[in-house]
């Protein structure tokens, strides 16, 4: 794993202050300083200039991205008055993500990260500006606005397995934890300010306004592409990108127990658990009304976001594969108590506490991903993991909804966050060697 090339000795300074000069070592006060720094977000990434460029760029133009997502399910639904129309944006989306994100990740291991991360964001950039302009001009073409979500979702897919592929060649393995939590914690941000940014700007400004802002905010995610170093491929140099590079990275992964199983429990959790589905009935029938599907949804954004503040102790973490199996228990155990609560704020906090969980299950295996795997199987895997992240929520929802017109909404919200808990766990007992890994190795 080779440093940033463009650091300088001193960016590469992991030593902290042991305390405050104000305060004397053995202090109160220098020893609540000693645990509020150990327990801080690390930052020790960021002194790396082109990780920094990139978590800007990816934290920048995600926010874009959120913002246009919503506008566009408003236009279509303006354009149409139909529900359908809008859920067509789904498939529209999920489609591309599964093909081109195995195929991008495949790709990502033939030639340099840099130049692929620059073609791909390049597409998403156009297909951002055809939104604009087709907003501009007044259009009403439903079908070239979910031409353009499709095009712009090949772009996502493959730019998002390749810049996880490109994060261990920019820094040392110690710090890809911290940089991961740095990523998903951007990323939650995103995700919350993208829609409430939607909300204003669609109310005044209108729909060009929206994906104007979207594509400057892209620029930044584009030049911090452009200012990366060459990243070639590091293994043995394969054949052309296609369906046989795909299943050979499946295949790798079906022969590494604790890579599957990185991406099983992710399976479990969202899978089983996600209870995002049940959130309008459940605000309707027992939170007063649909202004509390609002707080719902942000709990477990925000609770991912104060979560990645206090995260500092996850890169002290060894055992990363008990310490999954662990996160994802909890993640499990929350939703399963915000299903059992009859109140709006317990229910809100149960759902940001398995928030909390959920990012630090995240870091937990992006990080598995990104130092098990070998540099040349590194984007494939990336790919896969990129489906499993995208399709995992989804699948979620379909088990909810089902569930909840068998047994009621209750029943189905806790009794999957009680099955995640339960299952991840016996998955973990199964797969022993899981239960043993180190970050080490």
């Known amino acids: 794993m080779s440093a940033d090339p463009e650091s300088s000795p001193a960016d590469l300074d992991m030593s902290a202050p042991a305390g405050s000069p104000e305060s004397p070592p053995g202090s109160r006060s220098a020893r609540i300083g000693r645990l509020a720094r150990r327990a801080a977000i690390d930052t020790r990434p960021l002194r790396h200039t082109a990780y920094r460029r990139l978590w800007i760029g990816q934290g920048v133009s995600f926010t874009g991205f959120q ?44 030639m340099d990260r840099r130049r692929l991360l ?37 772009g996502f897919a493959i730019t998002a397995p390749t810049r996880g592929a490109v994060i261990p060649r920019l820094l040392p393995t110690s710090l890809v934890p911290a940089a991961n939590t740095l990523n998903f914690t951007a990323s939650q941000v995103a995700t919350f300010a993208g829609p409430m940014l939607a ?14 802002i979207d594509a400057v905010l892209f620029t930044v995610g584009l030049y911090s592409a452009v200012r990366l170093p060459s990243l070639p491929p590091l293994g043995e140099e394969m054949g052309r990108p296609g369906l046989r590079s795909v299943i050979e990275g499946l295949r790798y992964l079906t022969t590494r127990p604790v890579l599957m199983m990185s991406f099983a429990v992710d399976i479990i959790a969202m899978g089983v658990a996600m209870p995002r589905a049940l959130f309008p009935e459940v605000a309707a029938t027992r939170f007063g009304g ?14 991912a976001v104060a979560g990645g503040l206090v995260s500092g102790w996850i890169g002290r973490i060894r055992r990363q594969g008990i310490a999954l199996i662990a996160v994802i228990a909890l993640w499990g155990l929350a939703v399963a108590a915000a299903g059992l609560a009859h109140s709006l704020w317990l229910a809100a906090l149960m759902l940001a506490l398995g928030g909390a969980a959920d990012l630090v299950s995240a870091v937990f295996r992006q990080t598995i991903l990104q130092t098990y795997a070998p540099d040349e199987m590194r984007g494939r895997l990336q790919g896969v993991f990129t489906v499993v992240v995208a399709g995992g929520p989804r699948l979620g929802d379909l088990r909810a909804g089902v569930t909840a017109g068998l047994v009621g909404a209750t029943a189905s919200w806790a009794g999957g966050g009680f099955a995640c808990a ?14 043993r890994y180190t970050a080490d190795r």
């Open 290 to 303: 649909e202004q509390a599907v609002g707080w719902l949804v942000a709990a477990i954004a925000v609770g």
């Open 118 to 154: 620059i073609l791909a964001s390049l597409v998403t950039w156009a297909s951002t500006l055809g939104l604009f302009v087709q907003a501009f001009l007044g259009g009403r073409s439903v079908a070239l606005i979910i031409g353009l979500v499709v095009v712009q979702a090949v």
């Open 67 to 110: 913002l246009t997502s919503v506008a566009i399910s408003v236009q279509v639904y303006e354009l149409t008055k139909s529900s359908f129309w809008v859920g067509l944006l789904g498939p529209a989306n999920l489609v591309p993500l599964i093909v081109f994100g195995l195929w991008g990740g495949a790709v990502a291991d033939t």
């Open 199 to 212: 909300g204003v700007v669609i109310g005044h400004g209108g729909y060009p306004v929206a994906y104007g």
């Open 422 to 435: 339960i299952l991840v766990v016996l998955a973990g007992l199964a797969v022993p060697s899981f239960l």
